[in-house]
């Protein structure tokens, strides 16, 4: 049973930082993508960051973050732990979102395919 656990969020002031952190068990993230997505309701589920990894003993790192959002934000993967993290920085009242976490099965171009599994989300309010 996969299952991905996302923690981290919290309430910042604007120009703050935030790191989410998402766990997974039941699977393993190296050779699958994983991505952070944000939801306001009433509003599109956005991509925020991708990630992908791929090695043995040490891993070669692929990542995919919008224009928009890369002088701010940073997708990491810690394979020993199997957690993924999104260090937000420099937050505005716009990044306010339920952040979610998901994992695909394998591979798909530029990790914008379908992604398999979801966390339950963690909630971002900056003010």
């Known amino acids: 049973h996969v299952q991905l656990v996302e923690s981290g969020g919290g309430s910042v002031q604007a120009g703050g930082s935030l790191r989410l952190s998402c766990t997974a068990s039941g699977y393993t993230f190296n050779e699958n993508c994983v991505g952070w997505f944000r939801q306001v309701p009433g509003k599109e589920r956005e991509r925020v960051a991708r990630?992908?990894?791929?090695?043995?003993?040490?891993?070669?790192?692929?990542?995919y973050i919008p224009d928009s959002l890369k002088d701010r934000f940073t997708i990491s993967q810690d394979n020993a732990m199997n957690t993924v993290y999104l260090q937000m920085n420099s937050l505005k009242p716009e990044d306010s979102a339920m952040y979610y976490c998901?994992?695909?099965?394998?591979?798909?171009?530029?990790?914008?395919?379908?992604?398999?599994?979801w966390g339950q989300g963690t909630q971002v309010t900056v003010s």
């Open positions: 998901a994992a695909s099965d394998g591979y798909t171009t530029d990790c914008k395919g379908t992604y398999n599994y």
């Open positions: 990630i992908y990894s791929r090695g043995r003993s040490s891993y070669t790192y692929t990542t």
